[in-house]
């Protein structure tokens, strides 16, 4: 059974920082491309972030280019997230997300956990 379970999210002032985690388990991590998604209320779920496997080669969503860094352990079977500089505009819920393409593609997200950018 495979499980992505986010952590890190909380309540922080505009120009605060936040690393999130996401723990895999179940599943071939290094494999899989890894990315951050978020969903603000009202909005469609967009892609904040991107890695993949092998390589580590990252890409990023203009507004959060500069101020976010996506990185994976693979050891660990974890992806993080870490979040500098954060803006109201970065509220949202914050979802992992698991891809494996090839003749038997698979996705998988998490749960999603939320953020939260106030003074």
């Known amino acids: 059974q495979v499980q992505l379970v986010e952590s890190g999210g909380g309540l922080v002032q505009p120009g605060g920082s936040l690393r999130l985690s996401c723990a895999a388990s179940?599943?071939?991590?290094?494999?899989?491309?890894m990315s951050w998604y978020r969903q603000a209320p009202g909005k469609e779920r967009e892609l904040v972030a991107v890695?993949?496997?092998?390589?580590?080669?990252?890409n990023y969503a203009d507004s959060v280019k500069g101020r976010f860094t996506i990185s994976r352990d693979n050891a660990a079977t974890s992806l993080y997230l870490q979040m500098n500089s954060l803006k109201p505009e970065d509220t949202a819920v914050y979802y992992c997300?698991?891809?494996?393409?090839?003749?038997?593609?698979?996705?998988?997200w998490g749960q999603g956990t939320q953020v939260t950018v106030s003074s």
């Open positions: 890695i993949i496997s092998p390589g580590g080669s990252t």
């Open positions: 997300n698991a891809k494996l393409r090839g003749v038997a593609p698979r996705e998988y």
């Open positions: 179940g599943l071939t991590f290094y494999m899989y491309t």
